[in-house]
């Protein structure tokens, strides 16, 4: 299978590679397009006013590689209709793994990771986005490690690229071309073993107070939150599904919007 691999953790990111490395020995034909530098949060944002920057890039993934100085929906748009080869139209747009879990409806919608994968179905294609949850400590002590992950964290990520690479497969055979759908994967940590894969929907999380008071410069810093859950006893949520230990799996279908 032919895939456009991205991210919004930027082109450097081990959960990228790890990513390629397992779709790889899996036998797809990659294609990688990944943002210049990390690019969490921007959501569907495309750079109107500037321009946009890429090339061709070498980071030892063994597949064609360009950096992009945009976001990630830039990076994709930008590789479907200037940067493959003639003929080398992908069957499908592989997005992750992110650092950190894409879960809930106010996550859903700033992640780029999800973006990534959404410029694909804009362009007609299955689109899929894969995220590692992680711990508010772990996260913490990859980002003192210069994003390096430890021998706990990787083992995850490892086995959470060789379970996206047995779903890829799957998710791709059962969505039609232009049909406006993400799936959105989110794998639990510490993943190990072989947990289940649940449908999910969404959570319902509230997610105020996402900015610091105004320091003594004037500016104001993003402090992470998990947010308030109001999600109802049922169907199962994607936050519930992780917190239980399994793999999340929301089919993100954007022709339901505004549907009764």
Request: aromatic share 6%; hydrophobic share 40%; charged share 15%.
């Amino acid at each position: 299978m032919r895939l456009l691999i991205t991210n919004d953790d930027g082109i450097n990111s081990v959960f990228l590679h790890e990513l390629v490395h397992a779709l790889r020995q899996a036998g797809h034909d990659l294609y990688v397009v990944a943002p210049k530098h990390e690019q969490s949060w921007v959501g569907a944002a495309k750079s109107r006013n500037r321009p946009v920057h890429a090339a061709i890039g070498d980071r030892g993934l063994g597949c064609p590689t360009w950096i992009v100085d945009g976001t990630p929906s830039d990076a994709v748009n930008i590789a479907l209709d200037h940067l493959l080869p003639p003929g080398a139209r992908p069957e499908a747009v592989v997005s992750g793994i992110n650092v950190g879990l894409n879960a809930s409806l106010g996550f859903i919608i700033a992640s780029g990771t999800i973006a990534g994968a959404w410029e694909g179905a804009l362009h007609g294609l299955p689109a899929i986005a894969f995220s590692q949850d992680l711990t508010v400590e772990t996260y913490d002590r990859l980002k003192a490690q210069n994003d390096q992950p430890d021998n706990e964290l990787l083992a995850s990520v490892v086995t959470s690229a060789s379970r996206a690479a047995q779903l890829v497969p799957e998710f791709v055979a059962s969505t039609a071309a232009r049909r406006f759908v993400v799936h959105n994967v989110n794998f639990p940590y510490p993943h190990h073993g072989h947990p289940a894969v649940h449908r999910t929907v969404p959570a319902q999380v509230l997610v105020p107070r996402l900015f610091s008071p105004a320091g003594d410069d004037g500016t104001h810093r993003l402090i992470f939150r998990h947010g308030e859950d109001l999600s109802p006893a049922s169907p199962l949520t994607d936050r519930a599904a992780l917190a239980a230990g399994h793999i999340s799996h929301s089919v993100l279908d954007y022709t339901k919007l505004g549907h009764a």
